[in-house]
């Protein structure tokens, strides 16, 4: 069975500090990987997505990059906070092989900058 | 632009009433419609997709939903709800080509 995780589970981060969060799925070869925000009490922003090892497109600009730097690793990282940056993150995977497929979710980071 | 659109931002129902969520979508391609629920604090659990074929679709712990290509809808239903069904519920609209567009989301609320 697929496993996905996402470290760390929540966070405290100051207004202009760097900032790392990671997902890690197990149990699937070559996913189609996503990263999605959520602020507080609304809906999700798919932030970026990559099919492959190396490759990370880019949805919306929020001052925030991500990597994939193994195939079953995603990166979400910037090396300023902003307070706007608050919220939920989210990673998804989807099967290789059309974005039309279910996605299944991680449990999320709670990130609170200050 | 595609886009999704949830009209209700809070259902309010008692235990054991039925229910309708209301979705709707525009997407001039054939679409790929989910519905997904997330519990408080938690991430995303799939109720029930929507690819081809027969409008109505079931999914888990008794939901279903009907598409509707000549309304642009995605209606969610349950015959009777259970106080462990409150929850915020997603409706997404996939065009493919890894691009996902969710709707701001119903909160769901069931009086006991």
């Known amino acids: 069975a697929q496993t996905i995780h996402q470290w760390p589970v929540a966070e405290i981060k100051a207004v202009g500090s760097p900032l790392s969060l990671g997902c890690t799925i197990k149990?699937?070869?070559?996913?189609?990987l996503y990263w999605y925000w959520q602020a507080t009490g609304g809906t999700l922003q798919q932030l970026f997505y990559s099919i492959t090892v190396g490759q990370v497109e880019s949805v919306v600009q929020l001052n925030l990059s991500a990597s994939r730097p193994k195939d079953d690793q995603f990166i979400l990282s910037t090396e300023k906070l902003l307070l706007s940056h608050s919220g939920f993150y989210l990673c998804a995977w989807s099967p290789w092989g059309g974005g039309q497929d279910t996605q299944y979710f991680g449990p999320g980071t709670r990130l609170l900058v200050l | 632009a595609q886009s999704v659109t949830q009209p209700d931002a809070r259902v309010t129902v008692s235990e054991g009433a039925s229910l309708q969520l209301r979705c709707k979508y525009s997407y001039s391609g054939t679409p790929y419609l989910f519905w997904y629920v997330q519990y408080p604090r938690q991430g995303l659990q799939l109720l029930l997709k929507?690819?081809?074929?027969?409008?109505v679709v079931q999914g888990v712990n008794g939901f279903e939903a009907e598409f509707s290509k000549s309304n642009s809808s995605f209606h969610l239903r349950k015959a009777s709800v259970h106080w462990s069904d409150s929850a915020v519920y997603f409706c997404?609209?996939?065009?493919?080509?890894?691009?996902?567009?969710f709707g701001k989301g119903t909160s769901l609320t069931v009086i006991p």
């Open positions: 149990g699937k070869s070559s996913p189609n």
């Open positions: 929507y690819y081809s074929g027969d409008p």
């Open positions: 997404v609209l996939s065009t493919g080509y890894q691009n996902f567009y």
